[in-house]
Nanobody, 114 residues
Framework: VQLQASGGGLVQPGGSLRLSCAASGSIFSFNVMEWYRQAPEKQREWVATITSGGSTNYAGSVKGRFTISRDNVRNTVFLQMNSMKPEDTAVYYC?????????WGQGTLVTVSS
């Protein structure tokens, strides 16, 4: 299984950005996809989760501002980020978990700055 994240970039405070992560390979019907992020000199932190059935969960720091969604036909997960803050600056990573294994994609850098 391979995951390819994209969509990172520079955005001003209060702006929006949409990340995508496409999974390829042997993808099973039941899986969980997530977004994590890692800010400079900080540990990686969980951002959001979505199951193959569409159930979602969010970290408190992004709840109400970020929305996770997925396209099961294309095995792609999205992260819509609104009302962004400088503290959202980080490398964002996606992962897919299925049948007891977790696969990670490479990160995509998001910078929130004026």
């Amino acid at each position: 299984v391979q995951l390819q994240a994209s969509g990172g970039g520079l955005v001003q405070p209060g702006g929006s950005l949409r990340l995508s992560c496409a999974a390829s390979g042997s993808i099973f019907s039941f899986n969980v996809m997530e977004w994590y992020r890692q800010a400079p000199e900080k540990q990686r932190e969980w951002v959001a989760t979505i199951t193959s059935g569409g159930s979602t969960n969010y970290a408190g720091s992004v709840k109400g501002r970020f929305t996770i969604s997925r396209d099961n036909v294309r095995n792609t997960v999205f992260l819509q980020m609104n009302s962004m803050k400088p503290e959202d600056t980080a490398v964002y990573y996606c992962d897919l978990s299925q049948r007891g294994r977790t696969y990670w994609g490479q990160g995509t850098l998001v910078t929130v700055s004026s």
